[in-house]
């Protein structure tokens, strides 16, 4: 017999953020499809562009992998932090699954940051297996303070920009509507965003791309670890972005 | 607990100026056929939508004001679905419990509910009844003082609906206040110590099952110690007949009605595959 006399109170916040961050982190791993757009696909392109990119006769004098590593890393986090994110999202909508945690004593900021947490921890996971794939194929980062500040001030801001545009769609759209918008957006950035290729390879169109999330992810990574500099004004652009996703997104989504 | 309260929906109004009070360590059912504003009003109660006129107090606090110091307090049994699509029944049940300061063992609770069977089967493939159960998992295992249970045994076999009911008696008896709605009568009947029974958003009837049924000394039930033959019935009902037309009071409806199909199905399979898991 199961004592169910009531003892009721809330885990304290930060194992309630732990607990949940644990918990979409290894969903968002065991999904199949998720762990192609967040692993899988990026490795290929990465290798793709690094064999295949030979013939591309881009003007630059650099080996191949130190251009596309930091490109396929900048696409890694719009993988994560946008597609993953606006579909998951979209199938918690539909399943309740937000709306049944609203009824636990998990408070909407933990929600969040749980959502956040989990975001980084598969990043940190994309980081280190493309890491290894380009060190493989013979990268050489520029490795230095400002670099690694830039960095990771790059990965921190188009994460915010990212998962607040994901957010918005997964809010507004139904939840097969969001699965095509998110794959379809996340195409055309990866072909025409200057994520992996640098926006000097767009010829004209590489000023426009500069003000995409896209575009200012992909050169505040190559001037991290190519120059070892902190791209102001990528980080300012996805700051940006990060405020119109955010100011979408408040007055948008709906829990249900 | 709820006063007066009011709930629309563009031009239509869902609960039309209902008072109710729930008394604490008891079993209250709302009962109403569908559309009745059940859930409405639940979910005003759990903090989800805000009341459009009156008032309700849950636990003394403001389900929207006070969300935060209220939901910890009480369980939620959601109609529908709650669930991620690619999760384990006992993996999300540990993750609500760990949500939780004193949860219950999820072991024990996966044990009641049945839920081992649902083993390594994402969510969105469970059948009806497990997602139901699970969703009454859900609502338990953080030990509330209160639980709202929303059509707890809709799609529900019989035997699961047996366990559900004893599950919520005991609940009782540990001192936890039940509220829940359902549009079966029987529900009601056999599991409440109060029942409202609410349609089109107004209470039309209130009270314990006994005072309700009580009532009026119009209906007359006359239950006999066997079966009877055509000829017996017969008999009874020109017995009846002449009794009547002597007295001068009409006769609505005579029903020589025997057992509810749910009595029957119990019986058949429900007692059945009880006896077994109790060897």
Known sequence: MTDLTPRPGAAPLGRQILAQASMESRLMLRNGEQLLIAVVIPVIVLIGCVTGGKHLHLHESRPLVDIFTPGVLALAIMSTAFTSLAIATGFERRYGVIKRLGASPLPRIGLLAGKVLALVIVELLQLVVIGAVGVALGWSPTVCLAGIVGFVLACVLGTAAFASLGLFVAGVLRAEATLAAANLIYLLLLAGGAVVLPASSYGAFGHVTKVLPSGALGEAVRRAFDDGRIDWAGLGIMLAWAVVGSVLTARTFRWE | MVDGLVMRYADKTAVDGLSLTVESGSITAVLGPNGAGKTTTLETCEGYRRPQGGSVRVLGLDPVRDRRELLPRIGVMLQGQGAWSGVKAEEM???????????????????????????????????????????????????????????????????????????????????????????????????????????????????????????????????????????????????????SSDHGIGLESIDFASRTLEDVFLEVTGRGLEEETHD
């Open chain 2, 93 to 243: 049940l540990r993750h609500v419990a760990r949500l939780h300061a004193n949860p219950l063992p999820v072991g024990e609770l996966v044990e009641r509910l049945s839920l081992h069977e649902c083993g390594r089967t994402p969510y969105r493939r469970l059948s009806g009844g497990q997602q139901q159960r699970l969703g009454l998992a859900m609502a338990l295992v953080g030990r509330p003082e209160l639980v709202f249970v929303d059509e707890p045994t809709a799609g529900m076999d019989p035997a699961a609906r047996r366990t559900t009911w004893e599950l919520l008696r005991e609940l009782r008896d540990s001192g936890v206040t039940v509220v829940l709605t359902t549009h079966y009568l029987e529900e009601a009947e056999r599991l409440a110590d109060r029942v409202h029974i609410i349609d089109k958003g107004r209470m039309v009837a209130s009270g314990t099952t006994e005072e309700l049924t009580r009532g009026s000394s119009a209906t007359v039930r006359l239950v006999v110690d066997r079966e009877l033959s055509d000829d017996a019935e017969a008999a009874l009902r020109v017995a009846v007949g002449g009794w």
